[in-house]
């Protein structure tokens, strides 16, 4: 067994939320959708037990609201080959398919969301991909040291 690995998924809280994963049946979704080849590459290297930060992107504040984590590994997404589906992909077929996803459960949801504009004031965090200019990858990896120190300040 590998070291435990750490992430970051961004979504979208009007399209599901932190709230919607603790409701879900089990408390477990899969995480479909994903169609960046690099967010795509880093959930084929997550494993189960690795810790997700779930972040809320486009909302108001945009911020890390709890932690799931990997239950499991990646898998092809089925919305790729549903023509109804708003993540149809004519050009991947199922014999080869093009897109993955993974299944995360839900661990906890902080007492307070962390902003994007708290986090960037952490001086620790100062690398983390997030927080990077131009960053916009709905999967992104976290060093153990960024994870840590966002519990840290979860836990105020």
């Keep these: ?42 959930m084929r290297t997550m494993a189960i037990g690795d810790g ?6 486009n909302a108001d504040p945009p911020a890390v609201v709890g932690i799931a984590e990997i239950v499991k590994t990646a898998y092809p997404d089925s919305t790729q080959f549903d023509k109804r589906d708003a993540h149809y992909d004519r050009e991947s077929k199922p014999s080869d398919p093009r897109w993955d996803m993974v299944d995360i459960k839900y661990v906890r949801t902080f007492s307070r969301p962390l902003t994007l504009d708290e986090l960037r004031k952490e001086s620790k965090l100062k690398g983390m991909v997030l927080l ?16 840590k120190h966002i519990l840290n300040l979860a836990s105020d």
């Design 52 to 57: 997700v930060l779930f972040y809320h992107s």
């Design 1 to 42: 067994m590998g070291l435990r690995k750490y992430w970051l998924m961004k979504s979208e809280p009007s399209s599901f939320a932190i709230d919607d994963l603790q409701r879900a049946p089990k408390q477990t979704t899969c995480w479909d959708g994903v169609r960046n080849y690099q967010a795509r590459n880093f």
């Design 132 to 147: 990077q200019k131009g960053s916009r990858l709905s999967v992104q990896p976290v060093t153990p040291l960024e994870w």
